[in-house]
């Protein structure tokens, strides 16, 4: 698993001292041309459109209809400020779709909701999580959502408009954000699902042959963790917000299945705590395991430094080779401090072993 800095949520900007409001994309450029499509439904009829130019966004726009305007590729502020223009935005608002760096959180102005939520993508090749900032904003009968390149995620939500299966093409703006909220919840499932799968494979390697590489991996993977946590955990404020928000814009009939959301958050942020769980435990079990290998080396080792040292004062003792040393002289000296050293080493290793130190 390679390694990689955990990408911060902190608001950062490029230029100290630049006015509020000002328009800067701050972030990478994930794709090369922006693209606008737009759905304009209701129960009877739904249409699909690709937007050619941003300042005609307005001039489809149906007050008898839902509207959904989503732009992937924010890096070209033109386009943002033009919406913005188009559908009276505020500066700040738009200064913070254009910030990928947010944390997810939303905010209530006198016109519109305004919510930004982290998209994560898994990487089966580098067994990688990567983050997209996707933004929202409602309004009477418009929906606005911006994102950092086109993601597969919402297409199962587009077949249903299509098909008019459901509820979605019978219900107003708010279901619609619910229901992109719900997409998003539900692909940190399947995110979760991969991990969960990484880390099961893990614990496989450990039990076969904990190594360097192993604990790399743990390390590396309690950092995504972290780094999945932080996308997911604020998820739950802002659908708290939303479900307790007295607001024209959510109705009453859409506040059941945001709390369904909020359930659904629940249980990944619980799921990442417990992977968090699983790879602490993981780690401690093996530095544990490393600590009794060198326990045990140490123990040996002890062992026979023990058993040498009244080897070395008898080897010592006539290694001195003073004059006035009766056993020097003395014709069965070598063999009987031989005979004596290994006694000394067979009595020592029985009584160890009696001990059960090894």
């Not at 039990?207 to 995504?224: C, G, H, L, W």
């Not at 123990?299 to 290694?319: D, E, M, R, S």
């Amino acid at each position: 698993m390679q390694t990689r800095l955990i990408p911060s949520f902190l608001k950062t900007t490029s230029k100290a001292g630049e006015a509020p409001g000002a328009l800067k994309h701050i972030g990478k450029k994930k794709i090369e041309v922006p693209h606008i499509t737009m759905w304009v439904y209701n129960k009877e009829v739904c249409e699909e459109r690709t937007v050619d130019n941003v300042n005609d966004c307005k001039t489809f726009i149906l007050n008898d209809h839902v509207n959904w305007i989503n732009l992937d590729g924010i890096h070209n502020t033109q386009i943002v400020e033009s919406l913005g223009q188009q559908f009276g935005l505020h500066p700040l608002l738009l200064e913070d779709i254009l910030n990928t760096s947010h944390r997810p959180k939303i905010e209530e102005f006198e016109d519109c909701f305004f919510v930004v939520v982290k998209m994560l993508h898994y990487s089966e090749k580098d067994k990688r999580v990567s983050v997209e900032q996707v933004s929202i904003v409602l309004k009477d009968n418009l929906v606005l959502t911006f994102q950092e390149q086109p993601q597969d995620i919402f297409d199962p939500m587009r077949e249903r408009l299509r098909a008019g299966k459901g509820k979605l093409r019978s219900s107003g703006s708010d279901y619609l954000v619910y229901r992109i909220l719900d997409a998003i919840t539900d692909g940190y499932f399947t995110i979760l699902e991969h991990i969960g799968n990484d880390i099961e494979e893990m614990e496989e390697q450990f039990i076969a042959n904990p190594n360097d590489t192993f604990i790399s991996s743990v390390y590396q993977m309690k950092r995504e963790m972290l780094f999945v946590r932080r996308a997911i955990y604020p998820l739950r404020d802002v659908v708290v917000q939303l479900q307790h928000s007295e607001s024209q814009f959510i109705s009453d009939t859409t506040v059941p299945f945001l709390r369904d959301v909020y359930d659904h958050a629940i249980q990944a942020t619980d799921s990442v705590d417990t992977f968090r769980d699983l790879l602490s435990n993981m780690l401690d079990n093996y530095l544990s395991l490393i600590s009794n290998k060198m326990n045990s080396v140490m123990k040996v080792l002890t062992i026979i430094a023990t058993i040498f040292i009244p080897l070395t004062f008898i080897a010592g003792v006539y290694g001195m080779n003073f004059k006035n040393m009766p056993e020097l002289e003395w014709t069965l000296g070598y063999p009987a401090v031989w005979c004596v050293m290994i006694t000394v080493f067979i009595v020592m290793v029985t009584y160890f072993r009696r001990k059960g130190w090894f």
